[in-house]
């Protein structure tokens, strides 16, 4: 008996997962609901099995199996698009930082300081830009 529990119990947590796949995909459950009817109707049964032999694995394949149901959905000109995923970017208003203008001479003494600490890529990268922007002032 405990086996049969435990293979029932192993089958509820895959459809739990692929569920939830496909829920996170389509945007919730009433946006899949509409997307596998849709499927079940407008797919060649061929493709229509392995989309869902795909589901039935769960993770990743199960996430592009769903993911495609919806694009194809979506394609379909008779549908309404389902809206999964394309919250608008609300944007944060902060403004990207401001390069500080160095001469050649300022590069040159921050560039020895960089060498002789051992500076990372990233922060010789950020010198550079400094002197770029330099150069774009004509100093």
Excluded: C
Excluded at 87 to 94: L, T
Excluded at 99 to 126: C, M, N, Q, S, W
Aim: glycine letters at 10%; aromatic letters at 4%; zero cysteines.
């Amino acid at each position: 008996m405990a086996g049969v529990e435990n293979v029932i119990s192993r089958n509820n947590q895959k459809i739990a997962e692929v569920s939830r796949i496909a829920h996170e995909s389509a945007g919730g459950p009433e946006n899949w609901a509409k997307a596998a009817q849709w499927a079940v109707s407008a797919l060649p049964e061929k493709e229509l099995n392995e989309l869902r032999d795909l589901l039935d694995k769960g993770g990743q394949p199960a996430r592009f199996a769903a993911g495609e149901i919806v694009a194809r959905f979506n394609a379909d000109p008779k549908n309404t698009a389902l809206t999964a995923g394309t919250a608008q970017v609300k944007p944060d208003g902060k403004a990207p930082p401001a390069v500080k203008p160095i001469t050649r001479r300022e590069y040159g003494i921050a560039l020895d300081r960089l060498h002789r600490k051992g500076g990372t890529p990233a922060e010789f990268k950020a010198l550079r830009a400094q002197r770029n922007a330099g150069k774009k002032q004509g100093i």
